[in-house]
């Protein structure tokens, strides 16, 4: 072997030694920059005991959830991939359920739709029989915010229908307002992880599409039980969600209005002392939406919503047309904007006559949580409720109590600024010290990056785990 060539294979070798070598002093940098941040936000998270179990009324509806691979369920159900992605506000056929899926799909936006035709959701049930690592838990906002509350440490009442079966996996502290029924509706979970693929397309983000046949839960059939039982629990707080059930439902005339204008009427009759909090979901009816406007969003004190429902609430709000879809990967400044907007709509003039006063908004995203509270209001512990937010998105979607650096990344950008505007402040990410806060006109803002689960064990029911956690640590 001539010189030339022995200096030319020692060169090489060294450039991949010191490849490798760097490699693995920027991993050891970021696995220690994990682990840092994850004991910053449990610092954060502990700061907080709850003396006493707080007392938290929660509705409306339940299911049984199947959470399969949507890929390999779609495929075995023989619905083949769509070259034409349409967004349908409900579905009626093989066609229109590859259309849907094919929307939402690549961009890993969740999405619910009610199938109309019982036979299409009788195959897919069917199918799910012999796919790999399929579950059935408990599915529904009540029954799902109503257990984590519980875990959490507070005393729940819940409104909902549910099969003896499903009552005995709710946790201990959760007393359910209606009398067992013999059967429960069942909701498909088609879930999927960043980078599956459907034919051509393929997904740049973890999440699910979500498909029922559900006549009760839209109908809110567990309300006049819950209403019964509610006055005499005096709760602190009352969180409504499952309202998105009533999205594209063929509801006879007048029944959409009869139902919310019901639930209105429980609202108002709360005590001065009880906060009401609203979790959004995937919404795209421009009549349910406007009467949820009427006869919900105007008398609460808290809201609820991902990085989706935001920009489809400030389109109504602002007369526009719904955004059906929005980017997956927000950043910082355009989520706390789009939050300013909603807060200030909400507290305008226009709606003065409104029997309650938004205080409190809480966006959860896949890379960070933002809370929004008013200064003086009822609210407390907003840095605290926003770590506890951002640990308990690892915990859900990692299926763990116990956060694993390893299993985590952060995507949050290692600054941020607090708005679009040109000059406004930076604020870098602090590994000690996380969760930023700062105050601006009547409100404090508090954001904390997310800990992205690297294995996804489930993502349904992401929302309302989060916030059910953050709530707690605020009343």
């Given at each position: 072997?001539?010189?030339?060539?022995?200096?030319?294979?020692?060169?090489?070798?060294?450039?991949?030694?010191?490849?490798?070598?760097?490699?693995?002093?920027?991993?050891?940098?970021?696995?220690?920059?994990?682990?840092?941040?994850?004991?910053?936000?449990?610092?954060?998270?502990?700061?907080?005991?709850?003396?006493?179990?707080?007392?938290?009324?929660?509705?409306?509806?339940?299911?049984?959830?199947?959470?399969?691979?949507?890929?390999?369920?779609?495929?075995?159900?023989?619905?083949?991939?769509?070259?034409?992605?349409?967004?349908?506000?409900?579905?009626?056929?093989?066609?229109?359920?590859?259309?849907?899926?094919?929307?939402?799909?690549?961009?890993?936006?969740?999405?619910?739709?009610?199938?109309?035709?019982?036979?299409?959701?009788?195959?897919?049930v069917k199918a799910t029989q012999g796919l790999p690592r399929v579950r059935w838990s408990l599915?529904?906002?009540?029954?799902?915010?109503?257990?984590?509350?519980?875990?959490?440490?507070?005393?729940?009442?819940?409104?909902?229908?549910?099969?003896?079966?499903?009552?005995?996996?709710?946790?201990?502290?959760?007393?359910v307002t209606s009398k067992p029924v013999d059967k429960t509706d069942i909701h498909l979970i088609?879930?999927?992880?960043?980078?599956?693929?459907?034919?051509?397309?393929?997904?740049?983000?973890?999440?699910?599409?979500?498909?029922?046949?559900?006549?009760?839960?839209?109908?809110?059939?567990?309300?006049?039980?819950?209403?019964?039982?509610?006055?005499?629990?005096?709760?602190?707080?009352?969180?409504?969600?499952?309202?998105?059930?009533?999205?594209?439902?063929?509801?006879?005339?007048?029944?959409?209005?009869?139902?919310?204008?019901?639930?209105?009427?429980?609202?108002?009759?709360?005590?001065?002392?009880?906060?009401?909090?609203?979790?959004?979901?995937?919404?795209?009816?421009?009549?349910?939406?406007?009467?949820?406007?009427?006869?919900?969003?105007?008398?609460?004190?808290?809201?609820?919503?991902?990085?989706?429902?935001?920009?489809?609430?400030?389109?109504?709000?602002?007369?526009?047309?719904?955004?059906?879809?929005?980017?997956?990967?927000?950043?910082?400044?355009?989520?706390?904007?789009?939050?300013?907007?909603?807060?200030?709509?909400?507290?305008?003039?226009?709606?003065?006559?409104?029997?309650?006063?938004?205080?409190?908004?809480?966006?959860?995203?896949l890379a960070f949580q933002a809370i929004i509270i008013a200064k003086g209001s009822f609210w407390?512990?907003?840095?605290?409720?926003?770590?506890?937010?951002?640990?308990?998105?690892?915990?859900?979607?990692?299926?763990?109590?116990?956060?694993?650096?390893?299993?985590?990344?952060?995507?949050?950008?290692?600054?941020?600024?607090?708005?679009?505007?040109?000059?406004?402040?930076?604020?870098?990410?602090?590994?000690?010290?996380?969760?930023?806060?700062?105050?601006?006109?009547?409100?404090?803002?508090?954001?904390?990056?997310?800990?992205?689960?690297?294995?996804?064990?489930?993502?349904?029911?992401?929302?309302?785990?989060?916030?059910?956690?953050?709530?707690?640590?605020?009343?």
């Amino acid at each position: 072997m001539g010189h030339g060539l022995k200096c030319g294979v020692a060169i090489s070798f060294c450039a991949v030694f010191m490849a490798y070598w760097y490699r693995q002093q920027v991993d050891r940098e970021l696995d220690s920059r994990l682990e840092t941040v994850l004991s910053s936000l449990l610092k954060a998270e502990r700061k907080v005991d709850l003396n006493q179990r707080p007392r938290v009324a929660v509705g409306f509806g339940g299911c049984l959830d199947i959470v399969a691979d949507g890929i390999a369920l779609l495929n075995k159900a023989g619905i083949k991939p769509s070259r034409n992605p349409v967004h349908h506000n409900y579905i009626t056929s093989e066609e229109q359920l590859a259309e849907s899926f094919a929307y939402f799909f690549p961009p890993g936006a969740a999405s619910e739709r009610f199938i109309s035709n019982e036979t299409l959701f009788r195959k897919l049930v069917k199918a799910t029989q012999g796919l790999p690592r399929v579950r059935w838990s408990l599915g529904g906002n009540a029954p799902v915010m109503a257990n984590r509350l519980a875990q959490e440490g507070c005393e729940v009442l819940m409104g909902s229908r549910l099969t003896p079966d499903l009552i005995e996996v709710l946790q201990e502290h959760v007393t359910v307002t209606s009398k067992p029924v013999d059967k429960t509706d069942i909701h498909l979970i088609l879930e999927y992880s960043s980078g599956s693929k459907w034919g051509q397309l393929v997904s740049r983000r973890s999440n699910r599409f979500i498909v029922h046949s559900d006549i009760s839960n839209p109908v809110l059939e567990s309300l006049e039980d819950f209403q019964t039982q509610f006055k005499q629990f005096n709760p602190s707080l009352l969180v409504v969600g499952g309202l998105q059930m009533m999205d594209n439902f063929p509801f006879r005339p007048g029944q959409l209005e009869e139902r919310l204008k019901l639930l209105r009427d429980l609202m108002l009759s709360v005590d001065s002392t009880t906060r009401i909090h609203f979790e959004m979901a995937s919404f795209v009816d421009d009549t349910l939406l406007n009467n949820l406007f009427t006869y919900i969003i105007t008398n609460v004190d808290s809201l609820g919503m991902n990085e989706q429902e935001l920009p489809n609430l400030l389109s109504m709000l602002k007369g526009a047309n719904i955004t059906i879809l929005s980017d997956p990967y927000p950043r910082v400044a355009s989520i706390l904007d789009q939050m300013r907007e909603v807060y200030h709509i909400l507290n305008s003039q226009e709606i003065m006559g409104a029997q309650h006063k938004l205080t409190r908004l809480h966006v959860h995203t896949l890379a960070f949580q933002a809370i929004i509270i008013a200064k003086g209001s009822f609210w407390r512990n907003t840095m605290s409720a926003t770590a506890k937010a951002s640990l308990t998105a690892n915990r859900h979607v990692c299926g763990s109590p116990n956060i694993d650096p390893a299993k985590a990344k952060l995507i949050m950008d290692d600054s941020f600024s607090v708005s679009r505007e040109q000059g406004s402040k930076k604020i870098p990410l602090k590994e000690n010290r996380p969760v930023s806060c700062w105050e601006e006109h009547d409100y404090e803002i508090c954001v904390a990056p997310v800990l992205v689960c690297t294995e996804v064990y489930q993502t349904v029911g992401g929302g309302d785990n989060i916030s059910a956690a953050s709530l707690v640590l605020q009343i």
